[in-house]
T-cell receptor, first 113, second 113 residues
Framework: EPEVTQTPSHQVTQMGQEVILRCVPI?????FYWYRQILGQKVEFLVS????????KSEIFDDQFSVERPDGSNFTLKIRSTKLEDSAMYFC???????????FGDGTRLSIL | GESVGLHLPTLSVQEGDNSIINCAYS??????FIWYKQESGKGPQFIID?????DKRQGQRVTVLLNKTVKHLSLQIAATQPGDSAVYFC????????????FGSGTRLLVRP
């Protein structure tokens, strides 16, 4: 069964450094999403992406965040200057044109020191 | 504002019994709902979904019930197995164009052998 894959599984970064989280969505999907989950809390929406542009973003997704689909398979989330409070699990999700259910990867655990 | 919440943070059931996990939502305009299962160290895994024009939908050992009058959603798991132990999230798929997911805070299901 096709799945969303995310790399790395764990990223440790010094505060103030840039980090790029990578995702390979399911191949025929057209809608892409990033969510985050702070330890012990619920999953929160960050951004949605369709047709090579952001379609919606949350208040969390400030100027330090950006997303990109550099080629036909990858979808990345960049945090320009990380803060301690950026420590969380980051999940990528995708869905197809006709389907509504989003399918999630297993996440990247981001730890900011 | 939009919110999706859960009544019970932890549910403990005997193996073989049926489980019922509840969820309340506040946005009466929501037209699509999803249940996800999240195991430790994994991303949310799609279980079952339901549109607002339906009251009930059945899958393999799972049933989702939707009561739009009281804005309540439930997930029933028949003959609960140890492998069902996980955190279960309901999510509301917004009516905006991006179809972002709004997650509840989760219920932990513990299955006693």
């Amino acid at each position: 069964e096709p799945e969303v894959t995310q790399t790395p599984s764990h990223q440790v970064t010094q505060m103030g450094q840039e980090v790029i989280l990578r995702c390979v969505p399911i191949s025929n999907h057209l809608y892409f999403y990033w969510y985050r989950q702070i330890l012990g809390q619920k999953v929160e929406f960050l951004v949605s992406f369709y047709n090579n542009e952001i379609s919606e973003k949350s208040e969390i997704f400030d100027d330090q965040f950006s997303v990109e689909r550099p080629d036909g398979s990858n979808f990345t989330l960049k945090i320009r200057s990380t803060k301690l409070e950026d420590s969380a699990m980051y999940f990528c999700a995708s869905r197809s044109q006709g389907g509504e259910a989003q399918h999630f990867g297993d996440g990247t655990r981001l730890s900011i020191l | 504002g939009e919110s999706v919440g859960l009544h019970l943070p932890t549910l403990s059931v005997q193996e073989g019994d049926n489980s019922i996990i509840n969820c309340a939502y506040s946005n009466s305009a929501s037209d699509y709902f999803i249940w996800y299962k999240q195991e430790s160290g994994k991303g949310p895994q799609f279980i079952i979904d339901i549109r607002s024009n339906m009251d009930k939908r059945q899958g393999q050992r799972v049933t989702v019930l939707l009561n739009k009058t009281v804005k309540h959603l439930s997930l029933q798991i028949a003959a609960t197995q140890p492998g069902d132990s996980a955190v279960y999230f309901c999510a509301e798929n917004g009516v905006d164009s991006s179809y972002k997911l709004i997650f509840g805070s989760g219920t932990r299901l513990l299955v006693r052998p």
